[in-house]
């Protein structure tokens, strides 16, 4: 019986181990330049060629298994130097774009840090006034504070009794939520109030902007925020000439546009328009035929105001006018030029504010202009 050699500590240092050692070393830098390219391949290349060396020599050598743990541990050594030391920046770009690398230790990788903080939309806590400036609408106003532009009017008078009709430099009551806000006055109470606003007595005094309980009398003069209330629209009046006029004519009933530019400004609760921004002195023209009911200077607001009676239901106003080319009573045909583009009256830039009302009533002009 053949006995099998004793292996002693100094078998580990060898010459047949270095030889191992040697030639993995070798393959794998035979392989160095095809990891940065083809990293899978080269890998499996080098880890073949170096398990056929090893195996070859330990067939050869008749080696046991502490040979064979000796020289693994070797080779693994060698080779993990070589990958540290000698892979290129090719290599070392292509694994940074994977976001991590890897060291020494296959096991072990670490992460690049990836930094977002994201900051809330945090409500605002309280009133705050802003000053109207040149081209603001009450959209626009009402969109950068993220409220409805009702809010606005329901929320400043002096807005309420001119809707929609701004003046640079006004100043306007911002509120931090949608709704009213009330001027406590003697005879107010909590239900009156909820009642007039269509909301709840809980939404009034749930209000952490109040401050109050159903229990607390209101103090006169104090400002309430009425969360969610509304109020009623009531149509601005103008007097209207209702005598004899010029001539006979008849409308078509078909709306064109009264004037070239850019929509500004579209219909909501407190703007039953729509303005029509364009140029200082653009013509407008009459939507359809009519005759003039009114023409000439209005204290509501309006500044210089053109209103065509159609004589079938419809009238049309032309509002904030910088000259008025016709008179009351006067027929005018459709798409005759009435009058020009200004900012007369409550206005923050050159516009047309264009109105068509049904029987009194403002209705949407985008409805019926072709």
């Not at 007039?196 to 109040?210: K, L």
Request: aromatic letters at 10%; a negative charge; one cysteine or more.
């Amino acid at each position: 019986m053949i006995e099998p050699p004793v292996h002693s500590s100094g078998w580990r240092g060898s010459p047949l181990i270095h030889l191992v050692a040697t030639i993995a070393a070798w393959i794998w830098r035979w392989n160095d330049d095809r990891i940065g390219q083809r990293p899978a391949i080269g890998r499996l290349t080098a880890h073949t060629g170096l398990v056929l060396t090893t195996a070859s020599f330990l067939i050869l050598a008749g080696l046991g298994l502490d040979s064979l743990s000796s020289v693994v541990r070797t080779v693994d050594r060698v080779f993990l130097d070589g990958f540290v030391q000698n892979v290129d920046a090719a290599s070392q770009a292509a694994l940074a774009e994977r976001s991590y690398y890897r060291t020494a230790s296959p096991a072990l990788i670490t992460r690049q840090a990836r930094v977002h903080t994201a900051i809330p939309i945090r409500p605002r806590l309280e009133v705050v006034t802003y000053t109207v400036e040149v081209g603001d609408t009450a959209e626009k106003i009402a969109e950068h504070f993220g409220l409805q532009p009702s809010t606005l009017l329901w929320s400043n008078p002096e807005m309420e009794r001119r809707p929609d009709l701004l003046m640079v430099g006004q100043p306007l009551t911002i509120l931090p939520v949608d709704g009213v806000y009330h001027t406590v006055e003697l005879s107010d109470t909590l239900e009156g109030l909820a009642e007039a606003y269509r909301v709840e007595v809980e939404a009034i005094t749930s209000c952490p902007f109040n401050m109050l309980s159903e229990s607390d009398a209101l103090p006169v003069g104090a400002q309430l925020i009425v969360p969610g209330g509304t109020k009623p629209y009531e149509a601005r009046q103008v007097t209207l000439y209702r005598g004899p006029i010029a001539s006979t004519f008849e409308a078509s009933g078909r709306f064109l546009w009264p004037a070239s530019g850019i929509l500004t400004q579209g219909y909501w609760y407190g703007h039953r328009a729509i303005d029509i921004g364009a140029s200082l002195g653009t013509a407008v023209r009459a939507s359809d035929a009519g005759f003039v009911s009114f023409a000439g200077w209005t204290d509501i607001g309006y500044g210089y105001l053109i209103v065509l009676d159609h004589q079938n239901g419809y009238q049309t106003y032309y509002a904030h006018l910088s000259r008025v080319f016709v008179k009351e009573a006067e027929v005018v045909s459709r798409g005759q030029v009435i009058g020009a583009i200004g900012s007369t009256g409550n206005s923050t830039g050159p516009h047309l504010h264009f109105e068509i009302r049904y029987n009194g009533y403002p209705t949407n002009p985008l409805i019926y202009l072709r």
